[in-house]
């Protein structure tokens, strides 16, 4: 795993000082708010609804147990005893008093992490699938590559006073699972007659005017990367509207200038800052760090204990089913650790349930642990030998729920319980859609299946690219749910297709029922996924089913 | 013609734990939305969330909030402002349990 270097931990170390001065200086007066804000948000100190809010960054989504306890003791001395994983990767408290902060900092300071948002208008941390250097369809590890970009960007001269923020995600497998497409830029590491080069999208986001990344260039090979990008953010730089903040990002240029375009002017600029790279200095430096993410020794043993209990075991079998994805590894397996028990809040984990993961990590997965964008988390590296022994771990602790990638697996952002941005509440509407389709026992029945909700039009809940997108407004002072379906956040991605007027709070969920009832009745065979069937049919018959009154006015 | 003025009280977030806090027609901070001053001129409320903005040591974020007058003093109008007088509704957090 990367480790910071002694640069990193002076630098980390001077600004904890700063800012444990600067709270000082804010609780005495001497500091207004508006003097404080850029400084807290800094830190990731933001104020939410009922107290202030740290969102603690997790870089990759990688980390030790060692690590993880420490999240698990700031949630209990400093917090209500939880922290809540989100689709950033990171964790956030949601209780911290203004006078702990500083503590809280330098407790995570001694484990290597930070609060730091890398915020403004600057490329922001990179984020790379979570299954990373571990996944079985994975051409190469992303993470070097991520790490390579941070040290590259972080600091640039020319990228501090962009346009508007700047996110990068990078996928190392055909599959993606680090949504690349809904980034201003998308990495896809491919491999082209033996050699490892990069499909570079371009133009994804979501938010207010949600699109999909396009490809700028088919394959860049490793030593053209950085003057490729370089060139790329240099070009939207110069060019995008800096008057408008909605019409900045970079998508918006691809937008109106036209990805062709678009495409010449970065191969212009390109030529010009390709030879500032002649040394091969960069290519050097990514072999070098990917030295820091080498894999562990992995183990050839026997993985008798999983066959025996896989098939003696109906609930372990049916947690492997859904929670076990393909390791890279012979008797390996990846296992995604469920924080979506039905009923409870999505990527919550208790104090408690963090040490057991931790523990688990330590023990029996080479001591890493990853946090997904979907909000559960992950051990990478596990033999199959050790996963009776983990699952049971895991039940005792109440994270055994076999449900990933089904109904219940929603993602949802922390909506109007949390944040002051919010226009209506979804965390209680996804408690409910996952506790009622777990009454119906229709859960293993429908199948693969994303719910995805924001609580306003920041989509931090991703719901555009859910195959049901639900995102909460606030229509003349009461909530309102839009549902969008047959979105997508994959290699194939696709912005969802509005159904038509919005649900009051208490219809949601029966409309969710009604979406998914009606596609059992019209999928093929249980093979036809939902997804599958919307893309087949279209949304008219689901339309149909949720506004059956139109129909009749119609008619 | 200008709309009517709807009554409204001062509200922000407490500096130290940022807590949900109302001004109160004796210049105190409550932490309970129906010790709230209700402020039914539109002149008045300009002037009591100025006062609110000059104490930069205690309130954060202080704004005009619509409220109704109510039995036990006034209440809030909006989702948002009953959800601030009682904190999140997935955990037994916040003002529903500690006040
Ligand atoms: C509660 C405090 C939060 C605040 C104030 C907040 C605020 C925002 C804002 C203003 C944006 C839009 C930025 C832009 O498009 O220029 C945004 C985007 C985003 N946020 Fe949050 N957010 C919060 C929590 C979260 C959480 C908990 C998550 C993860 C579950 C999250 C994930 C995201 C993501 C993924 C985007 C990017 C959406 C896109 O692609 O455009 N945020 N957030
Ligand atoms: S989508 Fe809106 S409500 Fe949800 S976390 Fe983001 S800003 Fe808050």
Redesign the interface.
Known sequence: MYRYNEFDRDFLAERNRQFRAQVER????SL??EEFKPLRLMNGLY??????MLRVAIPYGTLNSAQMRQLAYLAERWD?GYGHFTTRQNIQY??P???DVPDMLDALAEVGLHAIQTSGNTIRNVTADHFAGAAADEVADPRPVAELIRQWSTDHPEFQFMPRKFKFAITGAPNDRAVTAAHDIGLRIVERGGEIGYTVLVGGGLGRTPMIGKVLAEFIPAEDLLPYLEATVAVWNAIGRRDNKFKARIKILVHEVGLDALRAEVEEEFTLRKPLYAGGRDVALLEEIAGHFAPPEFETTPTETYDAAYASDPVFRSWADTNLAPHRADGYAIVTVSLKKQGD?PGDATADQMRVMADLAERYAHDELRISHEQNVILPHVHKRHLPAIHAALKAAGLATANIGLVSDIIACPG???CAL?TA?S??VA?QIATRFDELKLEHEIGPLKIKISGCINACGHHHVGHIGILGL?RA???NYQITLGGDGTEDAVIGTRTGPGFAYDEIVGAVETILKTYLSLREDPSETFLQTCRRLGIAPFKAALYPEAKTRAA | MPRDFTPKVVTANHLLDGDVIYQTADDRWSRHHAEAELITDEAHATIRLLDAERQVDTVVGAYLADARPGTHGPEPVHFREVFRTRGPSNYAHGKQVEL
Do not use: F
Request: hydrophobic share 30%.
């Open positions: 804010r609780i005495d007066g207004t708010e104020l939410q609804l009922h107290a202030y209500k949601n209780w008093r203004l006078s809040t109007m319980d949390y919010a509440r965390i209680p408690q606030d002072g009461v909530e």
